[in-house]
Structures are given as C-alpha cells and as structure tokens.
C-alpha cells in the first residue's frame, strides 16, 4: 500500500495552497523529470531562488512547557521502532498513539516499550490513518520515522494540527517542501526538529565545543559524509517498506542523505546562527554497482525488474559548499561501494586539525601528526561539553549507536519539558536536507553552482548557538538498563 501524496495534499489543503513560494506542482524529482527545460531540472533551480519573508523566528523560540510530553509515532519500522523503546526508558513522556501501516510493525514497537502506563493506541487502518493520529488533541509531539517521501506530508500535516514535530533525516527531499515546513512551523509556532542524532556523537561534540572555545582558531575547512555500504540491504524485501530507498536510488541522482555528514559541521559553522550556507556544486560519479546488483537481483526475484528502467544514482557523490565566513565544506555521499563506514568529520582551522574517520578520532596542532593518547585524553578531558558530561554515559547504556541516539531523544524531550529552544531547529532541518534536491540539480547540471535558500531571511545574522553546556534544563530523568 502506498500513500498517493498528491492526494494526501488535497486531504490536507496544502495542495496547490502556494504556502510559500507559489509553486503549484508537486515535486518530487523523481516525478518531474519530464518537465526539463535548458536547465535540467529546472524546476529544483526555480524553487531555489524563490524569495520568502520570514514572519516569525523559531531560532531561540521557547515553546510553552511541557510537565509530559504526550507522543504519537509515525511510521515505526526499524528506526521507529527502536525510537519507540529508547523514548520509553526517558521520564516525563506518554507514549499515545502509534502508528504504521504494517499494523505487525505498530504492535512490535508497542512491545518495545520499556516502561508501565503507555495506552499506546495503535493506528493501521490504512496508509492515512496516522492522519487521525495527529488530529487527537491530547497529543504535544509527533515523531516521524516513516520513508522519506512521507516526511514532509506527515510534518506539515501534523503542524497544522498543533503538534510539535520530530522527523527523521532528511525532512525533505524537495526545495518547495522545505520551505514549506517553514513557513508552517513559523506560522503555528510549532517546532520542527531534524533527528540528526549524529550531531549528538561524542567526537563531533568534542570537536564542538573545540571549536567554540576557539582551539581549531579560524575554521578554514571542514568535510563530513555518508559512506556507507548498505548495497544489499536494498534487496532484502524485508528491510524496508516497498523497497523505498532502492527506489530513491533509483531515480534520484545526487546525495541522497546529507545530514549525518553535514549537521555537525553546519553547527562547527554556526550555520544558521551567524554564518550560512550560501552556494554549491555537485558532482557524480557514474553508477558502477546499482544497476548490475538490480539487474542481478531481478533475476531472482522480477519484483526488481519495475526498477531496471530508471536511471540509478551515481556511486559517488561529492559536494562542495561556500559559507558566508568564507569556510568550505566538502560532503560525500556512498552506500554502494565495499568500503569501510566513514562519515569522515574533518575539521581544519587555521590552528589545530581534527578528523574522526577512519576510527578512531584524531586531533593535529602541526603538520608532524596527530597528538598522542596522552594528549588527546587531556584535550578531551578540557573540551568535553557538560551534555556528554552529565548524559553520556547513560546514553551509552540506553545506546542507539553508541548512545548518540538517545542522548538527542533525551534532548529533545528536556528541551520541551523546560520550555528551551531546539537544538536543531526548523532552519537547520531545511537547510541540511535541501542539499538533498540542490545536487540533485548541479549533478544534472554538468556540476554548475546552486544557490543555497536562506530559510532564516537574513535572521542567521543574529541568531545564536545553541546550548551544549545545558546551562537550562537538565530535569528529566531517565529509567537506566
Ligand atoms: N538517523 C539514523 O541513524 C537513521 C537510521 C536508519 C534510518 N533512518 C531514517 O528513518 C526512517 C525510516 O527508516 P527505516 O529504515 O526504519 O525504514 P522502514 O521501512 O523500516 O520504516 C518505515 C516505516 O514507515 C511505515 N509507513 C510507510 N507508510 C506509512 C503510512 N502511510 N503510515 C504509517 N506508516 C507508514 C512503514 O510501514 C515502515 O514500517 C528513514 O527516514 C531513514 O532515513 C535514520
């Protein structure tokens, strides 16, 4: 069962409502190749450059507190419903409403759940139930783990109906939906976070506060990734809801999930918070493994064979990205090649080094080489941020890989409970997921440069860090192993 999410839209009245920038088609790339002009894609180059004026600033917003945070889960495959246990072992939250369209996923993340009094309704009627899920009044927080294509819809959706959201990574994965979770998330004043739990490991925490204390002096450059060979999960039916992210390889061309590499190099910056991202390349390579491994898979199973016909990401994306500062980023994204993990987090300023992949992390202050364990532990000791002092090793209990998973959801619910701004807010989630669409377009484009939207209007200039040193906050408990 799919959601047709034109009409969804519709559902919504979101179709066609020119929230934003007056765009009236729906578009996904995928379903838009047809409409090419001299630009490939034009229609990504068109939304980019579309002017908004910001009408409320969620950077710094505080929501009024919240004693329980009432939950609704959205789409609890494997990440939703591990998401679904982790929350469970946090104090102050309800868990109300769960819902999938696999009604054997909702009742397996309710099993999940580690802590007595949830009434946990499960909502699988059909692909729109979950709808009804954010219609409920006696719910504060909808936490979205469905694919990709529903995010967006799910988000806005939810923010119509007075729920703060949570959404997993990327939010979007078109130009016109980022902006349009702006403008809702600043017209309802609710919140829109980007669960990019990689911005809570320990490693670009410390780099983090490194760089906030002024120890890497100037940034000059930084790079971050997503190389990860995940190849033959796309095959394994079982893995994931319709095959969703073989079909997002199959028809989009650029780097598909840039948030684990780019989020915490974008908070190194201050993105969003006094620099900005402002344009950017991108370059494919071509596909040497996707095809052939669908190819070989169809054979077995012709399920595959609706996929054959599309054009299949190149291997290798590689990005590069101005900021207002004047620092670069370059961001790389793989999950087809047989090569090692890396989300490379490579920091270099115009006094020390820091790069964590391969594992494990390094810190330079010279081109001799990387300081010694000696060192390093005293670095780390001094720079260590009080959110990895004060949650770190619980959340390496709780774990979620590493515990990084659960020191964000943890975050995430003191944050409302206190009534504190989010750590990664609605900016952020728009502007690290845009990149997403933005390659798309340059790979397209024989690598020509995009500029990348402002979602903040000009607000980055006087909107501040966020808070690593839990100076507020810090009351919610946790229910340990
Ligand atoms: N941050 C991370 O480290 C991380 C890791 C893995 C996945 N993810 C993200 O989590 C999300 C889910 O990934 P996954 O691997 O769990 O995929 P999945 O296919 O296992 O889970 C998606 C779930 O959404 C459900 N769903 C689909 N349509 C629905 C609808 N209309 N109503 C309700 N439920 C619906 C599916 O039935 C499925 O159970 C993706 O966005 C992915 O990028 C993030």
Request: aromatic fraction near 8%.
């Amino acid at each position: 069962m799919k959601t047709n999410r034109r009409g969804f839209l519709k559902a919504a009245g979101l179709a066609g409502a020119g929230l934003v920038t007056g765009c009236t088609s729906t578009t996904r790339a995928g379903e838009l190749q047809e409409g090419k002009s001299a630009f490939q894609l034009d229609h990504i180059r068109k939304e980019a450059q579309n002017q908004y004026k910001q009408t409320f600033n969620m950077s710094g917003y505080c929501a009024p507190k919240l004693d329980v945070v009432r939950i609704g889960f959205l789409g609890v495959g494997s990440r939703g419903s591990a998401a679904v246990e982790r929350i469970s072992r946090i104090d102050g939250i309800s868990i109300v409403a769960i819902s999938d369209v696999q009604p054997e996923k909702a009742e397996l993340a309710k099993a999940r759940i580690k802590s007595p009094g949830h009434p946990a309704v499960l909502y699988s009627e059909n692909d729109e139930a979950w709808m009804e899920v954010c219609r409920r009044d006696d719910i504060d927080l909808i936490y979205i783990a469905s694919h990709w294509a529903m995010h967006a819809p799910m988000a806005l959706y939810a923010m119509e109906h007075g729920k703060h959201v949570a959404v997993e990574i990327p939010v979007a994965t078109t130009v016109e939906d980022c902006w349009k979770l702006v403008e809702t998330s600043e017209r309802t004043k609710k919140h829109c976070v980007i669960l990019e739990n990689c911005c809570y490991d320990f490693f670009e925490l410390l780099t983090l506060n490194m760089a906030r204390q002024g120890f890497f002096g100037d940034i000059v450059h930084c790079e971050g990734a997503y190389i990860h060979d995940i190849l033959e999960s796309f095959f394994k039916k079982e893995n994931r809801y319709n095959n969703w992210r073989l079909k997002e390889n199959a028809e989009r061309n650029g780097n598909l999930y840039p948030t684990h590499g780019l989020g915490p190099v974008c908070q190194l910056l201050n993105v969003n918070r006094g620099n900005k991202m402002m344009y950017m390349t991108s370059m494919a390579s071509a596909d040497f493994m996707l095809k052939k491994a669908t190819e070989q898979n169809a054979k077995s199973d012709p399920e595959f064979a609706q996929f054959l016909d599309n054009p299949f990401r190149g291997n290798m994306n590689t990005s590069s990205i101005m900021t207002n500062s004047g620092s670069t980023i370059m961001l790389q994204h793989d999950v087809s090649t047989p090569r090692p993990y890396s989300r490379i987090h490579l920091v270099s300023g115009t006094k020390a080094f820091a790069q964590k992949y391969p594992l494990p992390g390094k810190i330079a202050i010279g081109h001799e080489g990387f300081v010694g364990e000696e060192e390093y532990a005293k670095l780390e000791k001094q720079y260590t941020p009080a959110i990895v002092a004060k949650i770190g090793d619980l959340a390496k209990q709780i774990g979620g890989h590493g515990g990084m998973d659960f020191m964000m959801d943890w975050r995430l619910i003191d944050c409302l409970r206190n009534g504190l701004p989010m750590d990664m807010d609605v900016y952020d989630a728009a502007s690290w997921s845009v990149i997403g669409p933005l390659s798309e377009w340059s790979v397209a484009n024989r690598s020509a440069a995009i500029d990348i939207p402002d979602f903040t209007c000009g607000s980055w200039k006087t909107n501040i860090p966020h808070d690593i040193e839990l100076h507020t906050g810090n009351t919610t408990g946790v229910l340990s192993k």
